[in-house]
């Protein structure tokens, strides 16, 4: 039998290593002042290398075997939020380069859209060839190898992010190019938000709406070998709430780009009541969020008494809204009195996008070390030791793979911006 213990090792080490990250050049405003560089981009880049580690830590604590031994439980109900945040930054980086570099839309596709456009393609060529190699590959058919290699639907089923970004960079190209009331601007590109949110809440987890009444719930026909493909879990675009529950911090960022320095003046007179006052708001979103999360959920379609309505998705959907913009915006309120920034953050912060898309490769084939045969043992369930193998292993070949993604990705801009002799 295998010996085990129950001390949570792997938990501990990474709780321990986030807190020396966050504590490695620090920045603290003295009483009465605020850090003036907590909107810095060496800041910025470190907050996002942060927040990619963290996102990575939710996709961990996902694994069964983690998951029922507890280890970074506080990760799981709570990864969106750090997506939030690469949202905001995003959203906050679009609209004060519009503001502060001259003819900034000039060029923007190419500058901003383009890399991601090209890295999300690679990737879908990478997942297709990962599968080829599965036994799970055989399934699949030749026009969704086609459409998943092109990224029409998702060969990475975590690879929805660049999907919406692209989205949401076209939309502030085209209405802040257009549309010259900053208000009017800020409502469509909260309107987009909203569109998106509409498509989820229709589509839900899979084509419910693309048979018979209630054909979905019996599971032997929706998982079934007569179903096709696209009718089933998770095989089109905006089937699933984590395309949706962040979203809002892109336009939500470019709103406190707007208006930072009031915000900020007005944080900044009596700033520690304030704190206060928004930290018990931070608090109680989480706990409605993660309480609606927990007994109101998404996944209806599969409870005991089935239920595909839109409103329970709906109400989970706005207070999760409600958790990211507070959380999203205590964080940053934190950091005028509490920032930092050092090399190993800003290294990751430079590799946040293929960090995030290479997650799924390792997560997936790095399993065996936690799955023998297929079925998770129960006494491997608390061995520690081999679920903090599991997740050193995952973060060592997630940062492997994140690294050579990120070269492919710069060879093949480079291939496209280089000069071609007339």
Known sequence: MTTSFNFPIFSAVVYGLLLVLVLSGRKVARRGEINKDFLSYDVMQSLKGFSAVCVLLHHISQNKAMEAAGELSVFSPIGFIFVGIFFFCSGYGLLYSLDTKENYLEGFFKRRVLPILLAYITMSL??????????????FTPVQWVLSAVGIVLANDQGWFPYVI???YLAFYFVFKNVKSRGKAFGIMFAVVAVQWALYLFLRHFAWWAGPKDWWKDFNVLFGPATPWWKKLLALPFEGEWWVNSTIMLPVGMVFAQYRENVIGWFQKNYWPKFALLLILTLGANILGIFCLNNIGYWGE?????DNSVLPRFITLMAQQIQVVLSVGFVFVLMMKYCFTNKVAKFFGTITLEFYLMQRIALNTLTIIVDEGGAIEAELLVNR????????AVFAGVLFLAIVFKYINEKDLEAINRPRNK
Not at 302 to 306: C, D, H, K, R
């Open 385 to 392: 030791l081999r679920l903090f193998a599991y997740g050193a």
């Open 126 to 139: 990478i997942y297709d060839l990962w599968k080829s190699f599965l036994p799970s590959g055989k399934d």
């Open 302 to 306: 599969f409870a005991e008494t089935p």
């Open 166 to 168: 692209i989205i949401m």
